[in-house]
């Protein structure tokens, strides 16, 4: 395994990078990608599986982008962990170190993280599955993740196993509500559209923070805008502080914007 969850092969003396595989799998490979050193493939067909190997428990895993690890035993994945340290240090780095202690692995490998950001998109992504059915969907809306080299792509998510499912629940609720209420949601290219991002943080002290980010160009948005925070508010009183900020620029950034209460 190497950096990022991606496994190696080497065919003569060339490294190929393979993401979504575990030592041990037997697979045809399509090369992606072509440097002087190494390659980047794909799997294409497995003939066989590992017996390390894990079924990811995320119905998102492999389209998505993140939790590329899942595929892999816990275990497994803090012993290829602590050899890529090892390996930087010494072998890289030409650093003489000591033994070194094994990782003491969390008790929580679900639910452990505290902030998430999820973007809208009126550009949903379709799955290859979903393209391969060739549906026509109405509702091409979609709040969740970029989709890796598409900026402008975004995967709907229903369950996010990263952060307590609160996260999930509020996400879905705001999704459910634009969606029956007709919202728009932005088009990154063109920066049309109101509904933005959104940011979940929580905490060990049971807090939670939610943070609703749009761009308002018209009166009556503002309106429609108040209408979706009271409604969130109502829905979820175990929010401690509902925020929002106005980005009507054509970047994401907020650190130079206010933050309403």
Known sequence: MAAEGKAIAKVDDLVVFVPYVVPGDVVDLQVKRKKNKYAEAEAVKFHELSPVRAVPFCQHYGVCGGCKWQVLPYAEQIKYKQKQVEDNLRRIGKIELPEISPILGSAKTEFYRNKLEFTFSNKRWLTAEEVKQDVKYDQMNAVG??????????????????QDDI?????????????????????????????????????????????????????????LFKQLLQYVADQFPEITSLLYIINNKCNDTINDLDVHV
């Not at 109101?194 to 979940?200: K, P």
Request: glycine share 4%; hydrophobic share 40%; charged share 25%.
């Open 167 to 223: 996260s999930n629940r509020i996400r879905n609720t705001i999704r459910d509500y634009a969606y029956e209420h007709n919202y728009s949601f932005i088009n990154l290219r063109s920066q049309e559209g109101m509904l933005r991002n959104m940011i979940v943080r929580t905490s060990s002290t049971g807090e939670l923070m939610v943070i609703l980010i749009c761009k308002i160009t018209e009166e009556h948005e503002m309106d």
């Open 145 to 162: 993740f970029h989709i890796p080299g598409a900026f402008d792509k975004v995967l709907a998510i229903e369950k996010c196993w990263l």
